[in-house]
């Protein structure tokens, strides 16, 4: 037979757990995502959840994880980069996790990178932000205005107008379409920047391996696309008509906004355009590219000083 001191040790130790589950189960019951699943569900309710209560208090300090995301580099979750959902199968309740916001971006942005080298771009523009901007000219404050105001009202697929950043060398003409593509992030959609000269040369390459066709509808069926220094490369007939002519007239047909940084205006992107290597000067062909661009862009100049020559 158990001593006293035994039995009231071991009914110490119950009473102690109990009052602790009954405080979790508080805890639990007060969680709005919990309240929410409860009242969808009423087979489950206050009587017959402790069986479920520590799977529910899993699901409750992971997602309070996720609503003070630190990133996804510091992520607390047991699973970095996942959050758990509550569901029910065979009248069972389950915990599952399915991959973050967070993580997706990761995910396609690495998928992105496999598939095409041209969208390397540098930690800077990866992180830029619109408070980071420098708004030490008017020019550039305007244009930070512009491309804010883009990102917040970017709408692919009902509204296929995009920016076309013009200015010379070093402005800031990337580091703020970095800031779009980020405050788009924020908002989940998907957007990617293209390195121009370096996607052209590319794409002239997987023409040995066959992956040319899958490079070009992976970029003209993004939702927002940033052509980066349009102009900078070395023109061709194919170039022209059968990349850059099929990514833009695919985009116009599906309202998917298309975004360039240039050191070229316009006109002088026209000029550029109708010179290839073989086919000599084509006006005609490199008048259709700029009506597309000219139409589904807002001309916006960026001046200042060279941001580069300060670093």
Request: a neutral charge; one cysteine or more.
């Amino acid at each position: 037979m158990d001593s006293i001191d035994a039995s009231l040790h071991h009914f110490m130790n119950k009473k102690e757990w109990q009052e602790r589950f009954e405080k979790v189960k508080k805890e639990v019951l007060m969680d709005k995502r919990i309240q929410s699943f409860l009242k969808e569900h009423p087979a489950w309710n206050e009587d017959t959840l402790d069986r479920d209560l520590m799977k529910l208090y899993e699901y409750k300090k992971e997602r309070e994880n996720c609503d003070f995301c630190p990133g996804l580099k510091r992520c607390p979750n047991m699973m970095k980069g996942y959050q758990p959902v509550i569901a029910v199968e065979n009248d069972q309740l389950l915990i599952r996790y399915q991959s973050c916001t967070l993580k997706r971006q990761e995910e396609e942005r690495k998928k992105q990178q496999s598939l095409m080298k041209s969208m390397y771009i540098p930690k800077e523009i990866l992180e830029a932000t619109f408070d980071s901007i420098d708004q030490d000219h008017k020019s550039r404050l305007a244009a930070s205005n512009k491309c804010l105001q883009f990102a917040m009202e970017a709408n692919p697929g009902k509204d296929g107008k995009g920016l076309y950043l013009c200015g010379k060398f070093g402005v800031g003409k990337t580091y703020m379409m970095g800031a779009i593509v980020n405050e788009l992030a924020a908002r989940n959609i998907p957007s990617m920047i293209v390195y121009v000269p370096d996607f052209f040369r590319e794409l002239k390459q997987s023409v040995t391996d066959g992956t040319v066709q899958e490079k070009i509808d992976y970029v003209k069926k993004m939702d927002v696309l940033i052509l980066d220094d349009i102009g900078a490369e070395t023109i061709s007939a194919w170039i022209r008509d059968d990349v850059l002519g099929v990514i833009l007239q695919y985009r116009m047909m599906e309202k998917l906004p298309t975004l360039y940084t240039s050191n070229y205006d316009y006109d002088e992107l026209e000029e550029h355009l109708s010179y290839s290597q073989k086919g000599g000067i084509e006006r005609l062909k490199a008048k259709r590219i700029m009506e597309r661009i000219r139409h589904l862009t807002t001309f916006v100049f960026v001046d200042g000083k060279n941001r580069r020559e300060s670093l």
